[in-house]
């Protein structure tokens, strides 16, 4: 009798353990789940927004993900993509710039990586004007130099045909350039879903990840008359600056296109990367950046 005593103790003992362990266990899924359907959806001060995890491709955030907007300078990011995409590209190929290159800038009142007529920079070069100070003409020197044609406007419209061909490639149906730097002639729009899978295939070549996370650099470069001097740039993505793992990628602003921010961020092995279009000022637009990248991470 006591033996069969000792024995119901004993299973007794094991089943409020066993219960114990998946009370734990239960305890700790449900607050997971809990805190999960909890998480707030942020609220930005953007028109459009959209997050996704690099890696996986799923979307976390968006705010009319897929409305066709102004893009400003973030249009750069395919027109890096699109010379980095170039058969045979040899980054350390010198160009020369043109006049028409600081004349451009000049009449439309442009962002400018500075560079001088008569200088030799290298392609590589020309890709850290386009993407920190965000040089229309480098980006103008870019378009010439890839486009294909006989004369300078043949190229350039050689050029934004690429750029639009590397869109639909990508399978984007709202994305169309009708400019090499954003200046565009009212048909240069993409959404922030869009610029989002662009810039995610950018960032899997390394030159425009190394150039990209670059907060300035210094660059020597050949003068007309054989020579050298040296040019200097800072990036005007702050956020390489204020958040913690960023990794990229570009700015954009414009009379339309208001404040625009393409970025990414890596922490723990993950990567997000999203894109804001048409938030009202660029203290909005990092802030706007900050609640989706948090957001992101927490997902």
Not at 148 to 157: D, L, P, Q, W, Y
Request: glycine share 10%; with cysteine; aromatic share 8%.
């Amino acid at each position: 009798m006591k033996i069969g005593i000792k024995g119901i103790h004993r299973v007794s003992a094991t089943a409020t353990v066993a219960l114990t362990a998946g009370a734990v266990i239960a305890g700790s899924v449900f607050a997971s789940t809990a805190q999960a359907a909890t998480l707030p959806t942020p609220t930005i001060t953007a028109k459009g927004g959209f997050v996704m995890n690099n890696g996986t491709g799923k979307a976390l955030y968006g705010k009319t993900a897929d409305t066709r907007r102004s893009t400003g300078s973030t249009t750069k990011v395919m027109t890096a993509k699109v010379v980095l995409e170039q058969k045979n590209l040899n980054l350390d190929s010198k160009v020369t710039i043109q006049k028409a290159y600081s004349d451009y800038i000049v009449s439309k009142g442009a962002s400018s990586a500075r560079l001088i007529v008569g200088d030799k920079v290298t392609v590589r070069q020309l890709l850290y004007g386009l993407m920190l100070p965000s040089g229309c003409d480098a980006a103008y020197a870019l378009a010439d130099k890839f486009g294909s044609g006989s004369t300078r406007a043949a190229r350039v419209k050689s050029f934004v045909g690429k750029m639009n061909a590397s869109a639909k490639a990508l399978g984007l149906k709202n994305t169309h350039f009708d400019s090499f730097d954003g200046i565009g002639n009212g048909s240069n729009y993409s959404t922030p879903r869009d610029l989002t899978k662009i810039a995610s295939s950018a960032m899997k070549n390394s030159t425009f990840r190394a150039i990209v996370k670059t907060k300035s650099t210094k660059q020597k470069v050949t003068t007309k008359s054989g020579g050298y001097r040296y040019m200097s740039w800072s990036n005007t993505n702050a956020m390489l600056s204020s958040y913690s793992g960023a990794i990229g990628v570009k700015t954009g602003s414009g009379p339309t296109a208001k404040y625009c921010l393409v970025f990414a961020a890596t922490r723990n092995g993950k990567t997000i990367i999203g894109t804001v279009l048409s938030s009202t000022s660029a203290t909005t637009r990092s802030a706007d950046m900050k609640k989706l990248m948090d957001y992101g991470f927490k997902k």
